[in-house]
Nanobody, 124 residues
Framework: QVQLVESGGGLVQAGGSLRLSCAVS????????MGWYRQAPGKQRELVAA???????NYADSVKGRFTISRDNAKNTVYLQMNSLKPEDTAVYYC??????????????????WGQGTQVTVSS
């Protein structure tokens, strides 16, 4: 079993900062790409930022220059530093990871896993 547990969401004023964390635990052989998505009310879930196992990153145009994704492979954790937050950043943020699992005698996957989501609310 694999779990993704997010933390760090909350309420912040426009212009403020938040840092999201997502820790992966369970029967993991390796983690490939990791990313953050968000879904605002009435809108589709969208990619915010992603990072490969080698550290290459990509960002949605709307967050470039304000958000930074990083990962600590030793801790199986991905982070999203969000600066200069805007009201339009308000959404539920979800962690995503592409994971090869360990069954006890072999690898399995990769499989796509999601966290439970954490609310980010930016007030104007």
């Amino acid at each position: 079993q694999v779990q993704l547990v997010e933390s760090g969401g909350g309420l912040v004023q426009a212009g403020g900062s938040l840092r999201l964390s997502c820790a992966v635990s369970g029967s993991i052989f390796s983690i490939n790409a990791m990313g953050w998505y968000r879904q605002a009310p009435g809108k589709q879930r969208e990619l915010v930022a992603a990072i490969t196992s080698g550290g290459s990153t990509n960002y949605a145009d709307s967050v470039k220059g304000r958000f930074t994704i990083s990962r600590d492979n030793a801790k199986n954790t991905v982070y999203l530093q969000m600066n200069s937050l805007k009201p339009e950043d308000t959404a539920v943020y979800y962690c995503n990871a592409d994971i090869l699992t360990w069954t006890g005698w072999s690898r399995s996957g990769p499989y796509d896993y999601w966290g439970q989501g954490t609310q980010v609310t930016v007030s104007s």
